[in-house]
């Protein structure tokens, strides 16, 4: 038999098609520049840096049955996440992520996540029907959430009593998606990874920093906040108190997928038992590798 997961990672699992320039791109400019395809998608990303530090995240979301689905699969696999608790429905096409990337860093992104709102709960059926969960046994461990998910179903989420007793990681998906996370200011097990316009949005507050924002978070119930701020110093607070540690300067080729690289090296570090300073710190690193060399 195979081991059972560890971590569920909720949400997007997708393709990537990222363009990156290497010169100025602004609206309407037409540049020579490079075009890839990546596994990609919240959920991907950070199950796929947990399996690289020997964790077994097993992927909780939609992929469809037609051939970007399947290579989508193997490739999952290949990265070492579990693929087997995935919805996969012939009548909903495979998700895709669009951005393009400049110098400056993101110019231009779309997420079609058509597929993954048409699945709705359908993709929390393995944490109540026994395989990793159920209503009488809830899952009590790490759990990776992605904000790309619809506001009902974070709602639904955040007030679930199969994720009462979850430690829950909440990635935000981007500045528009920021207040659909505000139902896990109440969620006792909840941690927000965000960076300070969405911790903003979230609070319904201005902030002039990260240690501020994630105060502030607090102060509003959320169980514990860790607020990036760019080039800017990093914050996390919550239980075990205040934290602040500022990125070194990097030269970014690689901005996509930084805030999942940044979540997914400050659980990999808590795993490990590092206490909170060390894991932030190994945060901002995790990231800086990404935006310096990708993933």
Known sequence: MRPRPQIPCIGAVLWDVIGH???????GADRPGRIHRRPGGVAMNVAAALAREGRRPALLGQVGTDAEGEALIAAAAALGAETGFLVRDPAIATDVYMAVEGPEGLVAAIADTRGLEAAGAAILEPLGDGRLGSAAAPFSGLV?????LTTAL??????????????LRLAQASPGKAERLRPFLAHPGATLYVNLEEAGLIAGASFVDAPAAAAGLVARGARRALV?????????????GAETAIPRQTVAAHVTGAGDAFMAAHIAAE???????????????????HLEEGP
């Open 271 to 289: 795993l490990r038992a590092e206490p909170p300073g060390a894991a932030l710190i190994a945060a901002l690193k995790g990231a800086a590798r």
């Open 154 to 167: 974070l709602a639904e989420i955040a007030a679930s009593p199969l994720f009462a007793a979850a430690d």
């Open 228 to 240: 990036t701020d760019g080039a800017r110093a990093a914050a996390d607070c919550g239980p075990a």
């Open 144 to 148: 990776v959430l992605d904000g790309n």
């Open 21 to 27: 320039t290497w010169v100025s791109m602004p609206p």
